[in-house]
Every structure is written in C-alpha cells, then in structure tokens.
T-cell receptor, first 109, second 111 residues
Framework: KNEVEQSPQNLTAQEGEFITINCSYS?????LHWLQQHPGGGIVSLFM???GKKKHGRLIATINIQEKHSSLHITASHPRDSAVYIC???????????FGTGTSLTVIP | DAGITQSPRHKVTETGTPVTLRCHQT?????MYWYRQDPGHGLRLIHY???????DKGEVSDGYSVSRSKTEDFLLTLESATSSQTSVYFC??????????FGPGTRLTVL
C-alpha cells in the first residue's frame, strides 16, 4: 500500500499570500491527483499529473518523480480558496488510488 | 464535471438492516469506485469496477458488496449495517486517463 502524507495538516493564510501544500508518497506511481473539497463535502478534481508541472489560473501543481513528492501552489490566495486539498496517487498499472488525509486551508480576508 | 449522482444523499438506519446506495454516471466511464470518508482518514476504497459485471475489492471491503449491471450504475450494499459503517460515502467514475470525478456524497448514519 502506498503511504501518502500531506503537509501541513492545517494552514491559515492572509488573503494575497502565496501558499504551498506538499504531498509525499512511498512507492513509485503512474499518476498523482490533486483534489479540492469545500465545506459541505463536494470533491472537485484540480489536476492530474505524472510528470513536470501544470498550471490552471492561480493554481500550480508540480511533481518530482525521483523524490516522490508533489506540491500544490496557490498564488494570490483568496477566501474562496478555503477548502481541504487532497492528494491521491495511483500505482503502476493498478486501478486503485491512495489518498492523503488532506490539508485544511483557511484564507482570511 | 462529469455527471455523477448519488442516492440517497442522507440516510439514517438501524443496526442490522440492509442498505443500498446508488451511484449513477452519464459519462460512459469505464471505471467506477466507492469510497468512505471518515475523520482522521483519507478517502478509503471500498470496491471498484472496471467494467460491467467486473468488480474488485478495495482496502476496506469487509461488510460491503457491490454490483454493476449497467455501465452507468454502481450499487453499494451493506448487507447488515453496523455502527462502524456510519460514514460519508463517495462514488467516483473515470475513464482511461485516470482522472476521477466524484459524486456529491451520501451521509449514512447507523444507529
């Protein structure tokens, strides 16, 4: 089983700050998924990546396969970014995803 | 986002009763998944399906069964609900590109 660890568990930031959320995993993977869960429960896909870097608006996701590590960055954070951010990994040719416990982000106006 | 719905959205039941949760997707995705989400744990896979009538167990499958008779529907059954199965249940679906799309969740309380 792939052990997925996220840091920090909780994060409070002032509006406008640059935010980084980290994800480390223990076994080589074929894909890594960043998800966002707002209060009230809905889970939304942010990024799916297997190498390099992806950008969507103010969100940037990077992955370092050799170091088994991924980061999610939020530039110019806004209160609407307040949510739980979840990292999930998929191993090799398997069909299962393994999830971190999430990082709870609160952005204060 | 993919069209994925779950029913019911909330359910309260008693220990020992059977419960069936339904997941319905309109994206013709091959893969479908059932997860449970509990405080202090990440999402944990209960069962998944890689095609009609093709299913496999996840890491927390004890006490649960699934069925997939059509591409769009994936049912999760608790044959005899226990209090430890009180949780929020999420269904997800995905195609060959690995990305998963999640349903809105079902909050199940077993008294």
């Amino acid at each position: 089983k792939n052990e997925v660890e996220q840091s920090p568990q909780n994060l409070t930031a002032q509006e406008g700050e640059f935010i980084t959320i980290n994800c480390s995993y223990s076994v080589g993977i074929s894909a890594l998924h960043w998800l966002q869960q707002h209060p009230g429960g809905g889970i939304v896909s942010l990024f799916m990546l297997s190498s390099g870097k992806k950008k969507h608006g103010r969100l940037i996701a990077t992955i370092n396969i050799q170091e088994k590590h991924s980061s999610l960055h939020i530039t110019a954070s806004h209160p609407r970014d307040s949510a739980v951010y979840i990292c999930a990994v998929k191993e090799g040719t398997g069909n299962q995803f393994y999830f971190g416990t999430g990082t709870s982000l609160t952005v204060i106006p | 986002d993919a069209g994925i719905t779950q029913s019911p959205r909330h359910k309260v039941t008693e220990t020992g009763t059977p419960v069936t949760l339904r997941c319905h997707q309109t994206e013709n995705h091959r893969y479908m998944y059932w997860y449970r989400q509990d405080p202090g744990h990440g999402l944990r896979l209960i069962h998944y399906s890689y095609g009609v009538k093709d299913t496999d167990k996840g890491e927390v499958s004890d006490g649960y069964s699934v069925s997939r008779s059509k591409t769009e529907d994936f049912l999760l059954t608790l044959e005899s609900a226990t209090s430890s199965q009180t949780s929020v249940y999420f269904c997800a679906s995905g195609g060959l590109a690995n990305e998963q799309f999640f349903g809105p969740g079902t909050r199940l309380t077993v008294l």
